[in-house]
């Protein structure tokens, strides 16, 4: 569990990142970005699950099942709508002033797989987990009692993972091997994003490199998921949407840094979901030195 506690906080970190990365590339549009990043991931993802034929093992016992199983794909094919569809508002809401709303929405995503996890899975949670969630509830009641709208880029990046999440454990596919068919699926959309795109390679490398950079953008999106799909291996439904709370922190840090601000009356959504996160915290350190002291 420790090291899947670690992966899942480092793909946050990177995550926090790249959403700082992608407010470089205002040059360019949500779609250019989005068909490369699809690209990049895809061939990164690709290459990694080469190199490791555990995991490309995974990819054929897929392909089996979809030759044998045919109304797998139908279900497939919503699996990786739904992921694209995240991958879409993570790069199009930074440049749009709505940095704040994805971050919110992201707050809001460890409560409905939290409660995904305890009514669908029937996972228990920790004390500490337990103090979490209560933390976490108070601030998103405050967000209703002081009457903050919700939009609908917080509604859909807080609900549109539960659904993958689940429908990948339905299938069977919440592994490497499934996300790789997922990236499959999105493939010939990302690559008539880039070809339809207004932005030739020549010039982004005239404008100080900014290929490269798209580059960047990319490769790191790919090593951020390739480690959070890991730890997802490792980690329950709850414990996993719980962690996620250090990605939206990192994103209000961002966001807030990009020129926007909270409002008085949302300081104590943010109080809440952070004390949320400082007990996470506390309970991750807990659990590893557990996990240490029972492995010397």
Known sequence: MAKGVFLSVFSSCIFGGIFYLVTLLSQLSGQEIMGWRVLCMFSLLTGFMLAHKNDWQLVREITARLASQPWRIP?????????????WIFVWAPNHGHALDLSLGYFLLPLAMVLCGRIVYKEKLSRFQRGAVLFAFIGICNQFYIGASFSWVVLLSALGYPPYFMLR?????????????????????????????????????SEGGLFWMLLLYGFSSGVAIIF??????????????????VEPVLLVIIALLLGNSIAQGELITYIGVWLAVLMLVFDGVRVMRLHRKFTE
């Open 75 to 87: 279900a497939m094919l919503l699996s990786s709508a739904l992921i694209g569809s995240q991958f």
């Open 169 to 205: 454990r339905y299938l069977k596919h919440d592994n490497l091997g499934g996300f790789w068919f997922d990236l499959l699926f999105m493939l010939p959309a990302g690559l008539f994003l880039i070809w339809d795109g207004e932005h030739s390679v020549a010039f982004m490398l």
């Open 228 to 245: 959070y799909i890991l730890s997802s291996r490792l980690l329950t439904l709850g414990l996993l949407g719980l962690l996620g709370y």
